[in-house]
T-cell receptor, first 110, second 111 residues
Framework: NAGVTQTPKFRVLKTGQSMTLLCAQDMNHEYMYWYRQDPGMGLRLIHYSVGEGTTAKGEVPDGYNVSRLKKQNFLLGLESAAPSQTSVYFC?????????FGEGSRLTVL | AQSVTQLGSHVSVSEGALVLLRCNYSSSVPPYLFWYVQYPNQGLQLLLKYTSAATLVKGINGFEAEFKKSETSFHLTKPSAHMSDAAEYFCAVSTGNQFYFGTGTSLTVIP
């Protein structure tokens, strides 16, 4: 039982490149979230999904897109990476009011 | 709207001393409140949560927190700090399935 798995764990991009972060969960939870974590700013919600085929914007959605084609997967895309998107990204799911986090994906944009 | 304020971005305590990490929240409805811990290069783990049952909540690793509605606070305490407690701690509030995090407090334990 892996819980919440994020891939890749590390990535370095050049400005303007695109990439996709994958979040996979095996807990059959409906809700999934993407957060970014930056020093001194805590966790900020990028996008979330309340179920398969649905997505919604969070606090800082600009520059990101998401898709939830399958219940167990939640993808976060950067179409044209910018240095301001250098961050640690966390995926999470929730059940009964508790968040379960992945181990994070550290992205550096040069 | 919900928000969380953590007073003190860095806290240092001596090993064996009391740990007190402060959290104040604002919420328009009765909230669920959480403390999460993050060890270096890891994701966040749940320490404890308040869900409107007992106001004093006990969590893992000897931590506890008290919900004080009149003060809109949910401070985290541990009677005696251990070296392994050094980590980043986040307070969070949720209503429904939306979660709002504080900016975190980094705890250093001095031998």
């Amino acid at each position: 039982n892996a819980g919440v798995t994020q891939t890749p764990k590390f990535r370095v991009l050049k400005t303007g490149q695109s990439m996709t972060l994958l979040c996979a969960q095996d807990m059959n939870h409906e809700y999934m979230y993407w957060y970014r974590q930056d020093p001194g700013m805590g966790l900020r919600l990028i996008h979330y999904s309340v179920g398969e085929g649905t997505t919604a914007k969070g606090e800082v959605p600009d520059g990101y897109n998401v898709s939830r084609l399958k219940k167990q997967n939640f993808l976060l895309g950067l179409e044209s990476a910018a240095p301001s998107q250098t961050s640690v990204y966390f995926c999470a799911t929730t059940r009964v009011g508790e968040l379960f986090f992945g181990e994070g994906s550290r992205l550096t944009v040069l | 709207a919900q928000s969380v304020t953590q007073l003190g971005s860095h806290v240092s305590v001596s090993e064996g001393a009391l740990v007190l990490l402060r959290c104040n929240y604002s919420s328009s409805v009765p909230p669920y409140l959480f403390w999460y811990v993050q060890y270096p290069n890891q994701g966040l783990q749940l320490l404890l949560k308040y869900t409107s049952a007992a106001t004093l909540v006990k969590g893992i690793n000897g931590f506890e927190a008290e919900f004080k509605k009149s003060e809109t606070s949910f401070h985290l305490t541990k009677p005696s700090a251990h070296m392994s407690d050094a980590a980043e701690y986040f307070c969070a509030v949720s209503t429904g399935n939306q979660f709002y995090f504080g900016t975190g407090t980094s705890l250093t334990v001095i031998p």
